[in-house]
């Protein structure tokens, strides 16, 4: 087939029946089948009748055009390996010609796909040996304003002890206000002094 349309949301594939036929297809529906014959009437394809629809007995066959790149096959071969267009080649499961390998190359998507990190820290694991030794600090915004205004809030977590204190606020300017208020209240309570934020 030749110039047909690619929809990729389309929830089917169609075979638009007058457009082949204007192309020398010969089209027969019979009671649960139907032929596609070449000029010459020999039967190219059948389909078989379900429900209200013909659906075509058919296998889905990659076309090669050889003016494609070997990236192109790689990401439409969903970023398979090489040994996957080797196969594809060897069983001639390919109209027009092979798949070119694009072996060697680096492939972003690849690449970041495989990346891998160092886990974090296991949860609960206390690196300090005494309270404020470390304290953690983070900002967080909120999408909707609380009813007092705040679209902010500021947490101060105690490493040793895990300790938390949240504050709401209006601006993100106000957090060193914030942080100061967190350590006089901290250091009257615990007699220690923040070492580390």
């Not at 009813?147 to 709401?168: E, L, P």
Request: glycine share 6%; aromatic share 8%.
């Amino acid at each position: 087939m030749h110039d047909v349309l690619h929809v990729p949301d389309l929830a089917a594939n169609l075979f638009l029946v007058s457009a082949a036929a204007n192309k020398g297809t010969i089209v027969q529906f019979g009671h649960t089948r139907c032929w596609l014959k070449d000029s010459n009437g020999h039967v190219r394809a059948m389909g078989t009748l379900e429900k209200t629809l013909y659906y075509l007995d058919c296998e889905p066959i990659v076309y090669h055009s050889s003016s494609v790149a070997a990236d192109a096959w790689h990401q439409r071969l969903a970023h398979d390996g090489s040994e996957t267009i080797r196969k594809i080649n060897r069983n001639n499961a390919v109209i027009g010609g092979v798949i070119p390998s694009n072996h060697g190359k680096l492939c972003k998507a690849c690449l970041e796909g495989k990346m891998s990190r160092k886990p974090f820290k296991t949860v609960g694991e206390i690196r300090s040996k005494r309270r404020l030794q470390l304290v953690y600090s983070d900002v967080c915004s909120m999408e909707v304003d609380s009813i007092g205004g705040s679209r902010y809030s500021v947490t101060f977590i105690d490493d040793f002890s895990r300790c938390c204190a949240v504050y709401f606020i209006k601006h993100k300017s106000e957090v060193l206000a914030k942080f100061r208020l967190f350590q006089a209240e901290m250091s009257n309570h615990t007699k220690e002094t923040i070492q580390c934020l």
